[in-house]
């Protein structure tokens, strides 16, 4: 029989059940018959070695494959599975059976990762998040085969320690935890825009609760005695922190030719990034980007005295108008300064040293640098720009984090309060 099967075609030997559809067509060898149609489901009959018969639905895909639904045990059960799945391609719902065959690791580091048009730092993390969080426990599933409560174990299990690579891995917090989930809510979504599944098995996770926690902002009493304890050689770098705000990748991007002496500024204009290896798009460690974070350039005024310092640092090294600024060795022409060397070695026995009683990083020095501008009166908008936030949002968080904040603005009430009753 050739491609048209007619409507009126008798069943094949007893073999074959179609189920077909009649189109406007004109069959070329049977022009008599007006009518025609396309071959749409069947099943086919097949005999197992107990002597039973056993029956197979089976359809053609959107490309004219021939697929199969599975075996039966009765021809109406098989029909229907391979109506139903035509139905699907009809709908434009069908998922390809096979598709999600694909481990997850496989689709995550082959598919999902490098589609996406990342920064060199997202990329790195991004890497990182899959090789020690993801693919150690999700890496050998099929795609098809992760299911909700595969998901809900990942969580529940996250927050304990656990070995990775030979390494112990501390347990994730609850908000960390959050964000990740993010991250594989997104390589589940992709995979259901490419139809290798038919859900995002993390849509109904039950996420752990996150607890907002008040944080400790250094005053100036504290950061006064914290730069006695910082070696000299970093003295002018913590100095440049504290007055700018600047983060670690700004503050070691900077160059002599980024001082306007004359204007007493600084223009942020690059970022160091430093990332691991394995994760490194390109293999390297430190990556020189040519903006900020904020992908706009941002020039700040700075004190006399820093000027002063930082114009003494690059006349006694001798610095050129492209060297860093804050190299990893006191030479010309030296090499960017690694976060985790400077924070190790120099940073938290600094801060051990000082007396200061709760956690403080070197990051905590912008946050400082925004906290006392807005207690000292500046403006949000001013602040905003001079932090390089892109939403306003970010820069009210520091409103009222010094320590007497409150007071002084039960004190400003007091004094309004009083003005207007006299």
């Known amino acids: 029989m050739h491609a048209f099967q007619h409507v009126n075609a008798p069943f094949s030997s007893g073999r074959v059940r179609r189920r077909s559809r009649a189109f406007g067509h004109v069959c070329p060898h049977c022009a008599h018959i007006p009518t025609v149609v396309v071959e749409m489901a069947w099943v086919t009959v097949r005999r197992a070695e107990d002597g039973k018969k056993r029956y197979q639905g089976r359809y053609r895909d959107a490309s004219g494959a021939k697929r199969t639904v599975g075996t ?8 229907q599975a391979a109506v139903r799945a035509e139905i699907a391609l009809a709908e434009g719902t069908w998922i390809d059976p096979r598709a999600g065959r694909i481990t997850f690791r496989e689709y995550a580091e082959k598919v999902w990762l490098p589609s996406r048009h990342l920064e060199v730092t997202t990329y790195a993390a991004y ?3 899959l090789r020690i969080h993801f693919i150690p426990f999700f890496g050998h599933y099929p795609l098809g085969r992760i299911m909700p409560s595969t998901v809900q174990e990942w969580v529940n299990q ?44 993390c849509e109904a996770t039950d996420l752990p609760k996150v607890i907002t926690t008040t944080t400790r902002t250094l005053s100036p009493d504290e950061y006064a005695t914290l730069l006695t304890q910082i070696p000299p050689r970093f003295t002018a770098m913590v100095m440049t922190a504290i007055e700018t705000g600047l983060r670690w990748g700004e503050l070691v991007a900077l160059r002599p030719r980024h001082i306007d002496r004359h204007a007493r500024t600084i223009t942020v204009q690059e970022t160091i990034v430093e990332v691991s290896r394995k994760d490194s798009p390109t293999g390297q460690r430190m990556l020189v980007k040519p903006y900020p974070k ?50 190790t070695r120099h940073w938290r026995p600094a801060v051990q040293r000082s007396g200061i009683n709760f956690h403080l990083r070197m990051h905590d020095l912008r946050h400082a640098h925004a906290s006392w501008l807005l207690a000292g009166g500046a403006d949000l908008k001013s602040v905003m720009q001079r932090m390089g936030h892109a939403q306003i949002q970010t820069t009210q968080k520091y409103l009222h984090t010094l320590d007497g904040a409150d007071e002084r603005a039960l004190a400003a009430f007091h004094a309004i309060r009083t003005r207007t009753s006299q």
């Open 72 to 79: 039966f045990g009765t021809d109406k059960a098989a029909m």
């Open 127 to 129: 890497a990182s998040n």
């Open 294 to 343: 904020d992908d706009e350039p941002r020039t700040l005024a700075i004190s006399q005295e820093l000027l002063d310092v930082l114009t003494a640092r690059v006349d006694d090294l001798g610095l050129g108008r492209d060297d860093l600024l804050f190299p990893s060795r006191e030479t010309a022409g030296g090499q960017p300064l690694s976060r985790a060397t400077f924070n």
């Open 158 to 201: 996250a927050g304990n320690p656990r070995q990775v690579d030979g390494k112990a891995r501390k347990a994730l917090s609850a908000r960390s935890i959050v964000k990740y989930h993010v991250m594989l809510h997104s390589i589940f979504a992709r995979a259901v825009t490419d139809r290798l599944i038919a859900f995002n098995p």
